[in-house]
Antibody, heavy 121, light 112 residues
Framework: QVQLVESGGGLVKPGGSLRLSCAAS????????MAWIRQASGKGLEWLSH????????YYVDSVKGRFTISRDNAQNSVFLQMTGLRAEDTAVYYC??????????????WGQGTLVSVSS | DIVMTQSPLSLAVTPGEPASISCRSS???????????LDWYLQKPGQTPQLLIY???RRASGVPDRFSGSGSGTDFTLKISIVEAEDVGVYYC?????????FGQGTKLEIK
């Protein structure tokens, strides 16, 4: 069955960095776009970035552009989110999500359980 | 960016009754292939979001047929023909037409 397992979250000071990882299994990873989507406590969903099945195209929401970098390793069935310049408002649960197979304008049909990122001094 | 607006933001429904949620986008979600790039997701309490509807009206795998999506242009609707207790949670619409993908504020469905 499809599994997406995020890791790498934690407590970090403002201005700090974290690297999130998402390990995928149960499907052909290289057939799917992948995304990072976050949710602050008690708030709605915010799409952050997605990456094409072979590493492009890549898109970001403006609020993280220049600070966050998405990447993937198809040999390791993993997608990553490198986060720098973290701010208090980046505090949220970060989900990785799988795009529908073959869709270049993807819907997200499987989600991980999320990893919590807390930015505080 | 495309702005997504849902209404109502909350609703309470008696089991066995229908429910309807509206989603409006700030620009048309019609792509050149003739499809509307509008999704519906449900986040049940304590769970991660799940895809219910994609391309405006197509049910995702395993989604009961009491859920249906419709609409065109900038106006879309999610209907639940017969609400069950397990349908509680927050429903989000999302436009997948152009990055940044954007979600509506969410609609909280409760059972009376």
């Amino acid at each position: 069955q499809v599994q997406l397992v995020e890791s790498g979250g934690g407590l970090v000071k403002p201005g700090g960095s974290l690297r999130l990882s998402c390990a995928a299994s149960g499907f052909t990873f290289s057939d799917h776009y992948m995304a990072w989507i976050r949710q602050a406590s008690g708030k709605g969903l915010e799409w952050l970035s997605h990456i094409g099945s072979r590493g492009s195209p890549i898109y970001y929401v403006d609020s993280v552009k220049g600070r966050f970098t998405i990447s993937r390793d198809n040999a390791q069935n993993s997608v990553f989110l490198q986060m720098t310049g973290l701010r208090a408002e980046d505090t949220a649960v970060y989900y990785c999500a799988r795009g529908r197979k073959g869709a270049a304008l993807p819907s997200w049909d499987s989600w991980g359980q999320g990893t919590l990122v807390s930015v505080s001094s | 960016d495309i702005v997504m607006t849902q209404s109502p933001l909350s609703l309470a429904v008696t089991p066995g009754e229908p429910a309807s949620i509206s989603c409006r986008s700030s620009q048309s979600l019609l792509y050149s292939n003739g499809y509307y790039y509008l999704d519906w997701y449900l986040q049940k309490p304590g769970q991660t979001p799940q895809l219910l509807i994609y391309l405006g009206s197509r049910r995702a795998s395993g989604v009961p047929d009491r859920f249906s999506g419709s609409g065109s242009g900038t106006d879309f609707t999610l209907k639940i023909s017969i609400v069950e207790a397990e349908d509680v949670g927050v429903y989000y619409c999302m436009q997948a037409l152009q990055p940044p993908q954007t979600f509506g504020q969410g609609t909280k469905l409760e059972i009376k």
